[in-house]
């Protein structure tokens, strides 16, 4: 079994045929399938284990021919990287605690090697001399007796002078990650928080001094990344953010990440829910900085591994390379979904961490540092991108930029207020007020408007598009609504994509906004009517934003 103290990493802590009546067509025709492109979407890759993997004979394959791991990552749509850096990771004989031995030379060279084939780079600063995570954030050696007041000025040398040092070798890095997970604070005991502990203020402090390295460095236009484990729970990341937000130190950083394995944090709709809820509350954008998946069960090195059966089970995805690419073609929707484009993108980490006799979490020097007596063994060879010899799986291509968004005007903001939003169709019933359908801006989901349909008469109506030029395939469509009343009829829609039409109803609510979706859309014409269509009562109304309809296969 793999000991959980020395892999803490392992992260378990519209509707109907319409009827009878007048088309009020306020715009007309069908339109092209035109799109919202996600070039800047985040495709990242954590592959601070690749200089350790490859010394120690790991080679990898594109199609049976071999080459460099991280070209193969970019060919297949990565266009980052994510790199740990420790402090000093050696022992007092300058022996190696493993792990990837992500030392500043390691760091610097995966990073070099990076930003020549076009890789943008974030550097994950861990401030310990090996693992950190909630389960241990020690203090690197050199620091462990100095003042408070002194660790703070460590630390903002420190950042700044590595900052620097990057910069002078031609590494530039994009991004910047200030400790590694660090729900539980930094650089323990004088900046831990948590078991009992609600004042940050240390931590705060600390937290100020390496943003304020950062600022003071060449590099000062770097964004910067809090990060947390756990995506899945609002709990901690508002009680977290809440508490060192309000506890009277500035701290200028610009990105929340998150770590989300759907096997250990909860389901995908537990993420959306706090991607969302973060990102209004905070004003900050969302990035996953640690997610993966299992390609199978089996385990590469016959030594245990993170992912198992019972996790498959847990996570609702086939341990499989379908079961991967699934996954994050859905982790890509939610991101996509969270609103303002506040979502930025992903790192799947270690995805070149494959069986290679001695590539393993730590070296024995590195269990006796962190006083572990577990297996030194590679507990992530199942949830690699490449299979065990190292040949890239099916599965790599998740990388690749989402395919874009073909709904036109999906956010109903082309217009302000209005009775005919661009690029959409409206049908109502003959005798039925062009007013029933407008333009709001209370409450948005995203931006500043909305679609509502209300009448204080009886009434029925769509709205729609009709997108032509399709690639045949499978599709998904998705939008985000409100609703209350009585309708005998009210729905999201599918139909005239050469198969049945398919729809989903519309839940009731006024408190708040839910995501609808109707998936599995084998478009085999080229072509697809989507829309919302009711059937209401008097003041019955239905509100829909953030309209989504995406090719997924």
């Known amino acids: 079994m793999i000991s959980l103290k020395c892999f803490s990493v392992i992260k378990r802590l519209v509707g109907a045929a319409l009827v009878c009546g007048v088309v009020c067509s306020m715009t007309t025709g069908a339109f092209a399938a035109a799109s919202t492109p996600y070039h800047d979407f985040i495709r990242g890759v954590d592959v601070s284990m690749l ?261 498959a089970e847990r996570a609702g995805y086939p341990a499989s390379p379908d079961g991967q690419a699934k996954f994050v073609s859905d982790l890509k929707s939610t ?12 790192f799947y980490w270690e995805p070149d961490w494959i069986p290679v006799a001695g590539a393993n979490w730590g070296t024995k020097e590195g269990a006796a540092y962190i006083d572990d007596h577990g297996f030194l063994s590679n507990p992530w060879d199942n949830l690699t991108l490449f299979d065990f010899q190292g040949n890239a799986l099916k599965s790599i291509n998740c990388l690749n930029e989402p395919a874009p968004n073909l709904i036109q005007n999906s956010d109903f903001e082309a217009d302000g207020y209005t009775n005919s939003p661009s690029q959409w169709q409206v049908w109502l019933e003959t005798g039925v007020d062009s007013s029933t359908i407008k333009i709001e801006s209370s409450a948005a989901y995203s931006g500043q408007f909305n679609l509502s349909l209300w009448n204080n008469k009886a009434y029925k109506a769509s709205v729609y598009q009709k997108v032509t030029g399709l690639e045949n395939g499978t599709y998904t469509l998705s939008a985000w609504v409100k609703r209350r009343g009585k309708q005998k009829v009210c729905q999201l829609y599918a139909k005239s994509y050469n198969g049945n039409e398919m729809n989903a109803p519309l839940p009731i609510s006024d408190t708040g906004w839910s995501k609808v979706t109707v998936s599995n859309i084998k478009v085999t014409n080229g072509q697809c009517e989507i829309g919302l269509y009711t059937e209401a009562g008097a003041n019955d109304w239905c509100n829909i934003d953030h309209v989504m309809f995406r090719k997924v296969n």
């Not at 030392?103 to 060279?109: C, R, S, V």
């Not at 990344?225 to 953010?241: A, K, P, T, V």
């Not at 996509?336 to 992903?346: E, H, K, Q």
Request: with cysteine; aromatic share 12%; charged share 20%.
């Open 335 to 346: 991101l996509l979904n969270v609103p303002n484009d506040r979502g930025l993108g992903f």
């Open 51 to 311: 200089n350790e993997i490859e010394t120690r004979g790991g080679k990898y394959y594109e199609n049976g021919v071999q080459k460099d791991a991280m070209q193969i990552l970019k060919n297949h749509g990565a266009n980052y990287v994510r790199l740990k850096l420790w402090v000093n990771p050696y022992d007092a004989q300058g022996k190696s605690y493993g792990g990837g031995g992500n030392d500043f030379n390691t760091t610097l060279h995966l990073a070099q090697r990076a930003k020549k084939i076009g890789l943008r780079v974030l550097i994950d600063f861990h401030f310990s001399d090996f693992w950190a995570d909630p389960g241990t954030q020690s203090k690197p050696k050199a620091w462990e007796n100095l003042s408070y007041s002194k660790l703070k000025s460590t630390l903002y040398t420190y950042v700044k002078s590595t900052m620097n040092d990057f910069c002078s070798y031609g590494v530039i890095p994009d991004m910047v990650q200030l400790g590694n997970e660090i729900s539980s604070g930094i650089l323990w005991d004088d900046g831990k928080v948590g078991s009992g502990n609600n004042d940050f203020t240390k931590l705060a402090e600390l937290l100020q001094s390496a943003i304020s390295g950062v600022r003071d460095s060449s590099d000062n236009r770097a964004k910067i990344i809090l990060h947390l484990d756990n995506g899945g729970s609002y709990s901690l990341y508002q009680w977290w953010f809440d508490s060192i937000l309000n506890c009277g130190i500035s701290l200028d950083f610009n990105i929340i990440g998150l770590t989300y394995y759907p096997m250990w944090h909860g389901t995908l709709n537990e993420l959306q829910y706090n991607m969302n809820a973060v990102s209004k509350k905070y004003n900050k954008n969302v990035l996953i900085v640690e997610t993966a998946y299992g390609w199978t069960t089996a385990d590469g090195d016959g030594l245990g591994s993170s992912f198992n059966e019972q996790d």
